[in-house]
Nanobody, 123 residues
């Protein structure tokens, strides 16, 4: 059964940190994070390839770090110095085939999506 289980969201204050996790029930290639704020489109946040190459949206560079544990089929998103504009539902997404170096920022490139976890940052 295909399953992506996310955890780690919550309510924090500006400047705080949160760590999101997403565990897949199967082997993956690219693992990414996207987010959707109310009234906005789902947008790319970060991605990590199977080989460990990373890619970040400009808005989170230097504050967020994506990592993965291939043995556990799990991806993490460490979010530091959070801002109110980071508030959104965060979704993990994975691909199950392709380039081991790919860190795509395009939603359509991903095969499976998590259910989403809410992150709220108060000012």
């Amino acid at each position: 059964q295909v399953q992506l289980v996310e955890s780690g969201g919550g309510l924090v204050q500006a400047g705080d940190s949160l760590r999101l996790s997403c565990a897949a029930s199967f082997s993956t290639y690219t693992m990414g994070w996207f987010r959707r704020a109310p009234g906005k489109e789902r947008e790319f946040v970060a991605a990590i390839s199977r080989s460990g190459t990373t890619n970040y949206a400009d808005s989170v560079k230097g504050r967020f770090t994506v990592s993965r544990d291939n043995a556990k089929n799990t991806v993490y998103l460490q979010m530091n110095r959070l801002k109110p504009e980071d508030s959104a539902v965060y979704y993990c997404a994975v691909t199950i085939s392709g380039d081991v170096y790919s860190t795509s920022y395009q939603k359509d490139d991903y095969d499976y999506w998590g259910q989403g976890t809410q992150v709220t940052v108060s000012s």
